[in-house]
Protein backbone atom coordinates (compact mmCIF):
# COMPACT_ATOMS: atom_id res chain seq x y z
CA UNK A 1 0.00 0.00 0.00
CA UNK A 2 2.64 2.44 1.04
CA UNK A 3 4.97 1.65 -2.07
CA UNK A 4 1.70 2.27 -4.07
CA UNK A 5 1.36 5.77 -2.70
CA UNK A 6 4.77 6.66 -3.01
CA UNK A 7 4.93 5.76 -6.74
CA UNK A 8 1.68 7.71 -7.10
CA UNK A 9 3.33 11.17 -5.08
CA UNK A 10 6.68 10.32 -7.62
CA UNK A 11 4.75 9.70 -10.51
CA UNK A 12 2.78 13.32 -10.44
CA UNK A 13 6.31 14.61 -9.53
CA UNK A 14 8.21 13.33 -12.48
CA UNK A 15 5.29 14.38 -14.81
CA UNK A 16 5.68 17.96 -13.69
CA UNK A 17 9.40 17.86 -14.17
CA UNK A 18 9.10 16.19 -17.19
CA UNK A 19 6.83 19.26 -18.31
CA UNK A 20 8.77 21.89 -16.80
CA UNK A 21 12.08 20.72 -18.66
CA UNK A 22 10.23 20.47 -21.75
CA UNK A 23 8.97 24.03 -21.60
CA UNK A 24 12.08 25.20 -20.76
CA UNK A 25 13.85 23.75 -24.10
CA UNK A 26 11.25 24.65 -25.83
CA UNK A 27 12.06 28.80 -24.41
CA UNK A 28 15.48 27.96 -24.60
CA UNK A 29 15.25 26.37 -29.11
CA UNK A 30 12.83 29.55 -29.46
CA UNK A 31 15.53 32.32 -27.70
CA UNK A 32 18.08 30.58 -29.42
CA UNK A 33 16.39 30.89 -33.43
CA UNK A 34 15.43 34.54 -32.34
CA UNK A 35 19.05 35.14 -32.64
CA UNK A 36 19.11 37.48 -29.11
CA UNK A 37 22.86 36.35 -27.69
CA UNK A 38 21.51 37.43 -24.03
CA UNK A 39 17.82 35.66 -24.18
CA UNK A 40 19.39 32.83 -25.04
CA UNK A 41 22.10 32.80 -22.27
CA UNK A 42 19.50 33.59 -19.90
CA UNK A 43 17.07 30.56 -21.63
CA UNK A 44 20.02 28.17 -21.63
CA UNK A 45 21.05 28.74 -18.06
CA UNK A 46 17.58 28.44 -17.11
CA UNK A 47 16.93 25.40 -19.54
CA UNK A 48 20.19 23.82 -17.57
CA UNK A 49 18.77 24.77 -14.01
CA UNK A 50 15.26 22.81 -14.54
CA UNK A 51 17.33 19.91 -16.38
CA UNK A 52 19.60 19.57 -13.28
CA UNK A 53 17.17 19.84 -11.12
CA UNK A 54 15.24 16.79 -12.88
CA UNK A 55 18.06 14.76 -13.01
CA UNK A 56 18.61 15.27 -9.52
CA UNK A 57 15.24 14.24 -8.48
CA UNK A 58 15.59 11.16 -10.89
CA UNK A 59 12.95 12.17 -13.52
CA UNK A 60 15.65 12.23 -15.92
CA UNK A 61 18.92 9.39 -16.48
CA UNK A 62 22.17 11.74 -15.83
CA UNK A 63 23.06 10.84 -19.18
CA UNK A 64 19.77 11.56 -20.62
CA UNK A 65 20.37 15.15 -18.87
CA UNK A 66 23.83 15.52 -19.98
CA UNK A 67 22.32 14.75 -23.55
CA UNK A 68 20.04 17.11 -23.77
CA UNK A 69 22.08 20.35 -22.02
CA UNK A 70 25.11 19.61 -25.03
CA UNK A 71 22.82 19.13 -27.83
CA UNK A 72 21.24 23.04 -26.88
CA UNK A 73 24.45 24.17 -26.01
CA UNK A 74 25.90 22.81 -30.08
CA UNK A 75 22.77 24.35 -30.91
CA UNK A 76 23.39 27.81 -29.21
CA UNK A 77 27.41 27.41 -30.60
CA UNK A 78 26.03 26.36 -34.65
CA UNK A 79 23.67 29.85 -34.42
CA UNK A 80 26.40 31.65 -32.98
CA UNK A 81 29.17 30.75 -35.81
CA UNK A 82 26.27 31.84 -38.26
CA UNK A 83 25.35 35.34 -37.28
CA UNK A 84 29.13 35.97 -37.19
CA UNK A 85 29.77 34.63 -40.48
CA UNK A 86 26.51 36.89 -41.90
Known amino acids: MKRLRVAQRRS ?11 ASVDAARHAIG ?8 RALAAMERCIDMAQAKGALHRNNAARRKRALYALAARAQRNDAKA
Do not use: D, G, T, W
Open 34 to 41: MMCKEESF
Open 12 to 22: IRNRSLSSRVA
